[in-house]
């Protein structure tokens, strides 16, 4: 198979879908590789790294496009990028269409066959290509937020840790997940006062034990969430209902009585958000303030660390990449279910019921859709 990387065009986003690593192993089974040029040069892979390891070097993203037959990426297709996508071709990245009308609809235009990482899953539950992304972001989110309850952020001024003899922040995490548990371990680690509240028990059961009480684990009822975030000095967003758009747990109205200065990581913006009040912000410009309150809300957290990022994703990806060459898009799909939960659109049509239900369209079985 053709497989193309083109060079990740999102503010800010040095990740990039195939470190010269995974290129030699898809070289290795008989496939070619077109990478467009400077694809990897925000992390330090060049395109001598990329040509070493077997690849093809093109200069435009255009060429990349039109070349191959599948499509590898980090970030959903920007705009442009839909514009080059034909029907037949195979793009496998991020992809959060629930909240993304206008993505959903070019994708069905396109006749493409999208798979989505994050709606992709494994056989404990977990989630294993949107995971290591949100170990990233969940870690990310403390660092986010202590830097937004700083002054000169309008937060504040608080160390989360506190010192000696003054009480440390107060920590809200909502949602117990990947990115919640991560958040939390940070959290603990730098003395801030920690809580997260989750809706599974069993969720509240695993915080429970891995901090050995040291993070309060709050079943979330409207009261207790309510009751938690007013008393925040800084929540972080982290809840998933899979495919979905995130439901909006934090109202205007909390916002408003929230503290003057707290801060709010929604790590959940590629959703949609959490919180009423968010709106997607980038690397560039990340925080804005409403009633008082630091909201800090970019789409692709990890592109600020895309080192590790990168390599952690591959690492995830690299399995099903090879998959899905190896077989062609048809049989590796039918072999996994797992992967088959990853297709959203194919052929113009929606996949994923989340989705479907999100946007209005007509749900098609993903097998039916297939072999149509
Ligand atoms: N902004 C960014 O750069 C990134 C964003 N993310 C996003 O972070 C979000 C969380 O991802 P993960 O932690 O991997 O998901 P996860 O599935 O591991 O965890 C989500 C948790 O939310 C809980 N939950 C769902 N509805 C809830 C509710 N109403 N109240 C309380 N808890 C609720 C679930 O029980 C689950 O424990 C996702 O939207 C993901 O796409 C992930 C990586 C990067
Ligand atoms: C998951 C996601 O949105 C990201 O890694 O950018
Ligand atoms: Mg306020």
Do not use: W
């Amino acid at each position: 198979m053709i497989i193309g990387v083109p060079k990740e065009i999102k503010n800010h986003e040095y990740r990039v879908g195939m470190t010269p690593a995974s290129v030699r192993e898809l070289v290795n089974h008989k496939h070619s590789v077109l990478v467009e040029t400077n694809a990897g040069i925000g992390i330090g892979f060049t395109d001598e790294d990329y040509t070493a390891a077997g690849a093809t070097v093109l200069a435009t993203a255009a060429e990349v496009f039109a070349k191959a037959e599948m499509i590898v990426k980090v970030k959903e297709p920007q705009a442009v990028e839909r514009a080059m996508l034909r029907e037949g071709q195979i793009l496998f990245t991020y992809l959060h269409l629930a909240p993304d009308l206008p993505q959903t609809e070019d994708l069905i235009k396109s006749k493409a066959i999208c798979i989505a990482y994050e709606t992709v899953t494994d056989n404990r539950g977990g989630l294993p290509l949107l995971a290591p992304m949100s170990e990233v972001a969940g870690r990310m989110s403390i660092q986010a937020g202590a830097r937004a309850l700083e002054k000169s952020c309008a937060g504040r001024g608080m160390l989360l840790g506190g010192v000696p003899g003054v009480a440390p922040a107060k920590v809200v995490v909502i949602g117990g997940g990947m990115v919640g548990t991560n958040a939390a371990q940070m959290a603990v680690g730098l003395g801030a006062d920690v809580t997260v509240l989750d809706r599974s028990v069993d969720v509240l059961r695993r915080i429970n034990a891995q901090f050995n009480g040291a993070v309060k684990a709050i079943y979330s009822t409207a009261d207790a969430l309510e009751q938690e975030v007013l008393a925040a000095d800084l929540v972080i967003g982290g809840v998933l209902v899979p495919g979905a758009a995130a439901p909006k747990l934090v109202t205007k109205d909390h916002i408003k009585r929230m503290k003057p200065g707290s801060a709010i990581v929604d790590v959940a913006i590629d959703q949609g958000g959490c919180v009423e009040t968010s709106k997607p912000t980038t690397h560039a410009d990340p925080t804005y303030i409403v009633d008082d309150v630091v909201h800090y809300c970019v789409a692709n957290m990890p592109g600020a660390v895309p080192r590790t990022s990168t390599f952690a994703l591959n690492n995830a990806t690299l399995p099903f990449i090879i998959r899905l060459a190896n077989k062609g898009y048809k049989q590796a799909l039918l072999d996994d279910q797992h992967l088959m939960n990853g297709l959203n659109v194919i052929n113009g049509q929606v996949t994923n019921q989340s989705v479907a239900e999100a946007l209005g369209f007509t749900f098609v079985e993903p097998k039916t859709a297939l072999n149509a």
